[in-house]
C-alpha cells in the first residue's frame, strides 16, 4: 500500500506539473500578445502627432529643429529614439543611444519610403528591445523622408519573466494541496470501504444478520468487478435465507398454485398495514347510459383483466379516468365509490379530465405518439408540443390525486399501469420518499435508436426511474429498457442485477409476464353454455368449424392479414367454403384518431370483399362484430371455436392467447399465435407464426383444423397448466413480493438494494420449489 502511495504522489506531481506550465505557457504568450498590441497603439499615436510637424521641419530644411525635438521627446522617456531620414535613406537628424541608428536593420524604412505606407517591426541587440515604426513624410504630396520612432520593449520580457515566478509557486501550492487532498480520499474512499466490507463478510461467514444500513459495497462503486462479486456473494446468503423462511412459512408443499387468497395471506405478510394504490388511465367500471338507465359495464381491456384480481384480493384504491358519461352522478363527494357493485371489495377514485386535455394527453401524446413508437407496425408517431404540456398536466393531476388517496397511510404502496402514466412515478416518490412506487409497461419497449424518435425521451425516462421497481412482460424489454437510459441519461446501469441509478435513487427492472385469472381452485365448466349454432344463430349463420380472433380495432393486432390469411386457406383448400367461418370481434378503439379510422375502413373493406366473393344465403366467410362484448359473452366465443387466432404485429404480452386457454376447460382448441408477441415466449405448444407471411398464417390454420384430438388435448393441458401455475396472482405477488424486498432509501444514505437477482427472485425460488415438490408427490 505504501508502494501505491508514493507511485499516486508521482504520478499527481508529474501531471499537475506539466497541466500547470502548459497552462503558464499560453498564459505567457497571451500577457506577451497584449502588451506588444499596447506598444503598436502608443507608438502609432505618438508617430502620427509627430509627423505633422516634422514635415514642416523637413521641408524647410530646419534639421536643428529636428534633432532638438527628437531629443526633448526622447529625454521625457516618450521614446527611445527618433530619426528622420531623406527620400534616399540619408540620416537628417537622430535622438538616441549612440551607434543604435547605424545598427538598425532598414527593412521598416526601406518599406515606408519604397511603398509610402506606415511599417512596424520589434528588433533587438545584446540587452536592449524596441518596437520600430517607420513613417513616411510629405511636402505638398511628395515624399520627402521618412520619420523612425524606437520604443523601449524591454518590459514586455521583464512581465513575461514575472508571470513565470508567479505561476512556480501557484504550482507547488497545487501540488501540494492536491496530494493532500488525494491522499485523504484514498483513505476514506479506499481503506476504509475494503475495511468494512471484510467486517461485513466476516459476519456474514459466521451467520451473523447483515446490517441492512451496511454502506461498504455502495462505497466501492470505483472498484465495480470486486464490489459486484461481494455484492453476488453477500446476496446469495441473503437470499438462501429468505428462501428458506418463505418455504417454512408455506407449510403445504403441494399449494403450488397461486389464488387470490393466497395473494391475500401474501400482502397481509409482508406489508402488515400497508394499502396498495393502483393509479392507471383505464377504470376497471365505468357507468354508461343505455336507454333510460344507468348501468355499470366493465371496459374490454386487457390491463383491467389483469389489475383487478389484485384488489380484490387486497382490498385496495384503483384512481382512474372517470371516462363514462355517467360517472360523474356515481360517485360521492370525495369522487369515489365501492367496487364491483354486485360484490364491493375495493375503492374507485375518479379522475376528471376536460376534452382538451383528454385529446392531447391521450389521444395525441400516448397513442398517436408513445403507442406507435413502442409498436413496430410501421406507423409513424406524432409528437406535438401541445400534446406533451398536455400529458405532463395530466400526469400531475393523477399524481395529486393519488397521494390524496394516500394521506394518512403508513408506508403505502403504489402500483402505476402503463405508458399514460410515465412521469408519475417521480411526482409520487418526491412527495412521498417512504411510498414503495412500481410501474408496470404493459407495451414493448423499443431498442434506443427508435425510442429516441421522441424529443421527450429524456423527461419520460427521469419519470420512470421515480419507481423503485419498473416491470416489462420479457426480458428483451428490460434490456431495450437500460440500454435506453444508459444511452439518454446521466445514470448508472447495471446489466448483472438489472438496476439503473439516478440522482442517488436505484430502480430495479424485472420481466414479468402478465396473465390471467386461472387458478384451479374453482370447479370448471365441462362443456360451453352455450354452442356454436346458438352463437351465430343471432347473424341468421351456420357453419360445422368456427374460428374466432377478438381484439380491439388497432393496427398493431394484424387484423387485416389474419382476413387475408383466412382469404388464403379458402384459396388453398375450398373444401372448407360453406363449412368454416371465421369470426372477428373488434371493439372499436381511439376511434378520434386518423389512423385508427383508416384502419376501421380498410377492415370493413377486406371483410366486405372476401365475403362478397364466397358467402352464400346461410353462409359467410368472415363475420365482423364491431362492439364492445363483456368477458362473459367472449368466453362463449372462446369455447366455440375449433382455432383462435392470434396475430398481433407485435405486442407486449397479448392477454387473449392466455384468455383462449384459460376458458377451454374442455382442454381441446387450437391456438394460432404471432411470435412477435410476449405471450409467444411462454405458450410453446400453440402453433406459432409470423403474421407477415400470410401464406404460412394460413397453413397453420389448416394445420391447426386437422390435427387430430389427441394432439389438440395434449398441446392444450400443457398450456393450460403453464397458464394456471403462471396465473394473475402469481404475477401480481411476484410483483408485491419483489417490491417488499427492495430496501427503501432514507435521505443522504446510499443506496444498497441489489437484493433481487436480475433472473431469479425469492418469491419465484419458492414457486419452483415447491412445484418440484408437488410432481414428486
Not at 484 to 511: F, I, K, Q, W, Y
Request: charged share 25%.
Amino acid at each position: 500500500m505504501q508502494f501505491f502511495r508514493i507511485r499516486l504522489i508521482l504520478a499527481l506531481v508529474v501531471g499537475i506539473t506539466l497541466v500547470s506550465v502548459a497552462s503558464t505557457y499560453f498564459e505567457v504568450l497571451s500577457h506577451k500578445h497584449v502588451l506588444r498590441r499596447e506598444l503598436e497603439r502608443r507608438t502609432a499615436w505618438l508617430s502620427t502627432s509627430l509627423q505633422p510637424e516634422m514635415e514642416k521641419a523637413l521641408a524647410g530644411g530646419r534639421t536643428a529643429e529636428i534633432a532638438a525635438e527628437a531629443e526633448r521627446l526622447r529625454s521625457q522617456d516618450e521614446a527611445l529614439g527618433l530619426a528622420v531620414y531623406d527620400m534616399h535613406g540619408g540620416l537628417v537628424a537622430e535622438a538616441g543611444p549612440a551607434g543604435l541608428f547605424g545598427e538598425l536593420p532598414r527593412g521598416p524604412l526601406d518599406k515606408a519610403i519604397q511603398k509610402g505606407i506606415n511599417s512596424l517591426a520589434f528588433g533587438h541587440l545584446d540587452d536592449k528591445q524596441w518596437l520600430e515604426e517607420a513613417v513616411p513624410l510629405y511636402d505638398a504630396g511628395r515624399m520627402v523622408g521618412a520619420l523612425v520612432i524606437l520604443e523601449d520593449a524591454r518590459s514586455i520580457h521583464a512581465e513575461g519573466v514575472q508571470v513565470w515566478r508567479q505561476s512556480f509557486w501557484r504550482i507547488a501550492a497545487f501540488v501540494l494541496l492536491i496530494v493532500s487532498v488525494t491522499l485523504l480520499m484514498v483513505r476514506w474512499f479506499l481503506m476504509r470501504p475494503m475495511v468494512r466490507v471484510a467486517a461485513r463478510l466476516r459476519r456474514l461467514r459466521i451467520g451473523q444478520a447483515d446490517d441492512p444500513a451496511d454502506e461498504s459495497i455502495a462505497e466501492m462503486s470505483l472498484f465495480t468487478p470486486l464490489a459486484r462479486e461481494v455484492e453476488t456473494m453477500a446476496e446469495s446468503l441473503m437470499e438462501a435465507r429468505a428462501a428458506a423462511r418463505t418455504e417454512a412459512q408455506l407449510r403445504d408443499a403441494g399449494e403450488h398454485h397461486w389464488t387470490a387468497e393466497r395473494l391475500a395471506v401474501q400482502v397481509r405478510e409482508r406489508f402488515a398495514s400497508s394499502r396498495i394504490f393502483v393509479l392507471s388511465n383505464r377504470e376497471p367500471y365505468m357507468h354508461v347510459r343505455q336507454g333510460r338507465e344507468t348501468v355499470c359495464v366493465v371496459p374490454p381491456s386487457g390491463l383491467v383483466t389483469a389489475i383487478e384480481p389484485v384488489l380484490r384480493a387486497c382490498d385496495g384504491v384503483w384512481v382512474a379516468h372517470g371516462s363514462g358519461s355517467e360517472d360523474a352522478g356515481n360517485v360521492d363527494e370525495f369522487d369515489r365509490l365501492r367496487v364491483p357493485p354486485d360484490d364491493p371489495c375495493y375503492t374507485l377514485r375518479r379522475v376528471w379530465l376536460s376534452v382538451e386535455e383528454e385529446a392531447g394527453y391521450y389521444d395525441g401524446f400516448a397513442n398517436e405518439g408513445l403507442w406507435p413508437l413502442c409498436h413496430i407496425a410501421h406507423t409513424r408517431p406524432i409528437f406535438r408540443a401541445s400534446d406533451w404540456e398536455c400529458y405532463q398536466r395530466v400526469n400531475e393531476k393523477f399524481a395529486a390525486a393519488l397521494l390524496e388517496e394516500m394521506e394518512g397511510s403508513v408506508n403505502p404502496i403504489a402500483f402505476v399501469q402503463d405508458y399514460h402514466l410515465a412521469l408519475a412515478p417521480r411526482l409520487i416518490k418526491a412527495a412521498r420518499p417512504d411510498a414503495r412506487v412500481a410501474i408496470f409497461w404493459h407495451i414493448p419497449w423499443p431498442n434506443p435508436e427508435a425510442f429516441g424518435i421522441c424529443p421527450w425521451q429524456a423527461e419520460l425516462l427521469d419519470g420512470l426511474l421515480g419507481a423503485d421497481l419498473i416491470g416489462f412482460h420479457i426480458p428483451l424489454h428490460c434490456n431495450n429498457f437500460l440500454s435506453t437510459v444508459d444511452r439518454v441519461l446521466e445514470s448508472r446501469t447495471d446489466r448483472e442485477h438489472m438496476t439503473a441509478r439516478r440522482n442517488g435513487h436505484t430502480s430495479c427492472v424485472r420481466p414479468y409476464p402478465v396473465s390471467v385469472a386461472l387458478d384451479g381452485s374453482k370447479p370448471e365448466r365441462k362443456t360451453p353454455r352455450r354452442s356454436r349454432e346458438e352463437l351465430l344463430k343471432e347473424f341468421g349463420l351456420s357453419c360445422e368449424t368456427m374460428i374466432v380472433g377478438v381484439d380491439r380495432m388497432d393496427y398493431t393486432k394484424g387484423i387485416v392479414e389474419r382476413l387475408m390469411a383466412i382469404e388464403k386457406l379458402f384459396e388453398e383448400h375450398p373444401f372448407y367454403l360453406e363449412r368454416l367461418t371465421m369470426v372477428q370481434i373488434a371493439a372499436p378503439s381511439r376511434s378520434r384518431i386518423p389512423s385508427y379510422v383508416n384502419l376501421r375502413l380498410q377492415v370493413e373493406e377486406t371483410v366486405e370483399r372476401i365475403n362478397q366473393r364466397y358467402q352464400t344465403a346461410l353462409w359467410k366467410p368472415i363475420l365482423l362484430i364491431e362492439r364492445q362484448c363483456s368477458h362473459a359473452d367472449v368466453d362463449l366465443w372462446y369455447r366455440a371455436a375449433a382455432v383462435c387466432l392470434v396475430t398481433s404485429l407485435h405486442d407486449g404480452m397479448n392477454l387473449v392467447a392466455k384468455e383462449y386457454v384459460a376458458a377451454r376447460d374442455d382442454e381441446d382448441g387450437v391456438l394460432v399465435l404471432s411470435k412477435f408477441t410476449g405471450a409467444a415466449t411462454e405458450l410453446r405448444d400453440a402453433l406459432i407464426v409470423n403474421p407477415y407471411d400470410i401464406e404460412g398464417v394460413a397453413k397453420a390454420i389448416h394445420q391447426g383444423l386437422e390435427m387430430d384430438h389427441a394432439e389438440r388435448c395434449l398441446r392444450m393441458q400443457r398450456m393450460r397448466h403453464y397458464v394456471m401455475d403462471h396465473n394473475i396472482y402469481r404475477w401480481a405477488a411476484s410483483i408485491l413480493g419483489d417490491l417488499s424486498e427492495i430496501r427503501m432509501e432514507t435521505p443522504g444514505a446510499t443506496d444498497l438494494r441489489h437484493a433481487l437477482p436480475a433472473s431469479v427472485s425469492p418469491s419465484e425460488m419458492v414457486h419452483r420449489k415447491q412445484a418440484k415438490k408437488a410432481s414428486i408427490r
